[in-house]
């Protein structure tokens, strides 16, 4: 008894307002401790924002699997599944990114989708400290499938895929 006693009061004891607190200015600099030195350190296995480009890899169907697992993951909140900009965060409010399946959208570049993810565009911020070099190239490969897929005609399938649509309701 005496026990939970001293424990509770132990326990309350440590409720004290966070605001009296002694805390340091995340913005001081120490001269002697390398964590405050300037430039900020940015902690190892980050990217850096201000890299250098690297090149797309080979296009394969590994590639595009990886793209559009790291595309649900990052970027399906905002321009949906489909890639038509009506994803849930947009339906709640912020600002609707255009359709991938616009004319100047298909005309850009595949680079193009890359240096959005690096360096942000706009209202979107960037993803170059989520998403590493080699993940935005299989995102960019994996946005023109989508591309492609929203103009597919019948003709592009096979006629197996075909008869599957036939028998569609
Ligand atoms: C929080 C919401 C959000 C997320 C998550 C997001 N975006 Fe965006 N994206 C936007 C908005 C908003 C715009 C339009 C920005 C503008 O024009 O100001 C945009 C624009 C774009 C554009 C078009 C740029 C142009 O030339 O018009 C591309 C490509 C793009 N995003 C790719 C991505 C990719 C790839 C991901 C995932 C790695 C992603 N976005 C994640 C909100 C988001």
Redesign the pocket.
Known sequence: MKRALLLSLLVLAGCDDMNHQAKRNPYERNAGDPRTADPAQTPSGTVQFAEKPTKAPPLTLALIERGQNR?QQ??V???SELGDGHGM?VQRG?????S?HIDR?RE?NTA??YD??TNG????YS?AQR?PPPDRWA?AAY?RALQLSEQAKETDLTPAQRAVLASTP
């Open positions: 595309y990052f970027c909140p905002c321009h965060v912020f600002s609707p990114p255009p991938y959208l850009a193009h989708f959005v993810m565009y706009g209202a979107m993803f998403v995102i946005i």
